[in-house]
């Protein structure tokens, strides 16, 4: 769940535009900040552990010089927490590429082996983004040998679909290449978002960007064009021509989990309101909470992100809506911390609760979703505290059973609370007197009441049913015995055992 970001302009320094558009899609990642730019022939890198106004200063715009580059905000689903595996990535041939990548590959040991071995490279990290980059100049260099080296464009859109025919996978990607422009690209099911937007340019011609989220183009005075097509690639050269070439056919089927937690309420995603979205999930909550017959006082968000579904719960059921949990904003979210002793000591620091609104009152939380349950756990506990005389709970989502190897990190069973319990044992552990869960059928129709042209979209951290290849039971086992999963796990009750029950593509 990275966020990416890269703008080409025919006459503007670009830093600081980088900058503010990375600042909009801090919520994707908070572990690590990176940015690349392209000037006097040369490429100019920084990239550190941290957010993005503790890593960029105003000093960096003198050195971060150049019209085209590239930002990234990283939140680590593969590899470690080391400052070495921020991105961007770089390889000096062919060409000299920069890469930066939201999403993961699932293929990640078969490709290392063909990196290492047939291509003799040597790879510094543990990051799957890092071998993405080192598939696509492997096949950039099979490009220039068959077709020669007189035109670049044509060397690296070829080596781009020979990328999309190897790598498996969730991965939306832009790059930077020395001598030739920005180039952008999507896996062809369009699992993570990825979008181009222009604006106009001094004179002749337009500047051009791309984001995983389009809030990050607004602020620079971009307007949106269009969500990449999946298995699409978009090249803009240092002239500003836009150059778009499919590289192979895909079928959109986009990560519903982004509708749920990971983007902005602002945002739309392949023709979709997230926020709309999150409407018509409070609206089917809402009827499950009514054929309930429970005597509720008050309808309370967990802040920020179920605020949306809160207000439509307590729209369509007539409970009156209350803010009793106040957010210090100087923390980051639970969700993406790195590990779980952090995130559970964050949640005392994140939420204060206020017992005038809950002392004696029959109070309803609605969250976004419930993966680990560490902070809803918490959260009850407090409320109680606070004095409330019952506690219920409602998640916009339904039960995260499983695995999401597409980019979020959910990479261990043992991490989900869903996983091999039942409701009631659920709502048991949880301490509430009542659980609701969002029915899947009930969230799909949410996010495809937006584009009806979407047939279906990835549910597989709760339908376990996995779209792309390379997703074997091997594979899962290899996740849940990895060593960065092994020290975030240890602590938990019933570590190890061996993976069943998802639905494997062939």
Not at 180 to 193: C, E, K, N, S, T
Not at 264 to 280: A, E, F, H, N, W
Not at 309 to 327: C, D, F, Q
Not at 337 to 353: C, D, H, I, T
Request: net charge neutral; with cysteine.
């Amino acid at each position: 769940m990275c966020g990416i970001l890269g703008i080409a302009s025919r006459t503007e320094q670009v830093f600081a535009e980088l900058y503010d558009g990375l600042l909009m899609l801090q919520h994707r990642g908070q572990d690590a900040s990176g940015i690349v730019t392209y000037g006097d022939g040369f490429f100019h890198e920084r990239k550190a552990n941290g957010l993005v106004k503790d890593v960029f200063n105003a000093r960096d715009a003198d050195t971060l010089i150049g019209r085209i580059g590239m930002g990234h905000v990283r939140y680590p689903t593969a590899g470690s927490l080391a400052a070495s595996e921020a991105q961007p990535f770089f390889v000096n041939a062919p060409y000299g590429i920069y890469l930066v990548h939201n999403g993961n590959i699932t293929n990640t040991a078969e490709q290392r082996a063909k990196v290492t071995g047939k291509y003799s490279r040597h790879l510094r990290t543990n990051s799957d983004s890092e071998i993405l980059l080192n598939v696509l100049a492997d096949k950039v260099a099979d490009a220039i040998k068959v077709n020669g080296n007189t035109d670049p464009i044509r060397n690296i859109l070829a080596g781009v679909k020979m990328t999309m025919e190897r790598v498996q996978g969730a991965y939306s990607v832009i790059c930077l290449i020395a001598g030739v422009g920005m180039l952008a690209f999507r896996d062809p099911h369009g699992i993570r978002p990825l979008s181009v937007a222009q604006r106009k340019a001094e004179g002749d011609g337009n500047d051009y960007a791309f984001a995983s989220e389009d809030v990050a183009f607004g602020i620079n005075g971009f307007e949106k064009l269009r969500d990449l097509k999946p298995g699409e690639a978009i090249l803009v050269d240092l002239e500003g021509n836009l150059h778009e070439f499919q590289a192979v056919e895909g079928k959109l089927t986009p990560c519903i989990f982004e509708y749920v937690y990971l983007a902005r309420p602002d945002s739309m995603l392949d023709g979709i309101s997230v926020y709309k979205t999150q409407l018509r999930m409070g609206e089917a909550l809402a009827k499950q909470i009514a054929a309930s017959g429970l005597d509720i006082d008050a309808v309370i968000p967990v802040p920020d992100s179920a605020r949306p579904v809160a207000l439509e719960v307590s729209n369509a059921t007539g409970i009156r809506y209350r803010e009793a949990l106040v957010k210090n904003r100087y923390v980051g979210r639970t969700f993406i911390m790195p590990g779980q002793a952090e995130r559970q000591k964050s949640v005392r620091r994140k939420l204060n609760a206020i017992p005038l609104e809950m002392k004696d009152r029959n109070i309803l939380l609605i969250d976004d979703s419930i993966v680990r349950g560490n902070t809803i756990k918490k959260i009850v506990q407090m409320c109680r505290e606070a004095g409330a005389k019952k506690v219920y709970i409602a998640s916009a989502s339904p039960p995260v059973k499983y695995p999401n190897v597409y980019g979020i990190d959910m990479p261990t069973k043992h991490e989900l609370i869903a996983n091999g319990l039942s409701l009631e044992e659920i709502r048991q552990e949880l301490g509430a007197d009542a659980l609701f869960y969002q029915k899947l059928e009930d969230l799909v129709w949410a996010a495809k009441e937006g584009n009806a042209e979407i047939e279906s979209f990835d549910c597989s951290c709760f339908d376990g049913k996995y779209i792309t290849g390379s997703v074997s039971a091997d594979y899962l086992n290899s996740l849940e015995n990895s060593s960065r999963v092994s020290k975030k796990i240890k602590d938990m009750p019933n570590a190890g055992g061996s993976w069943n029950g998802a639905t494997l593509a062939s």
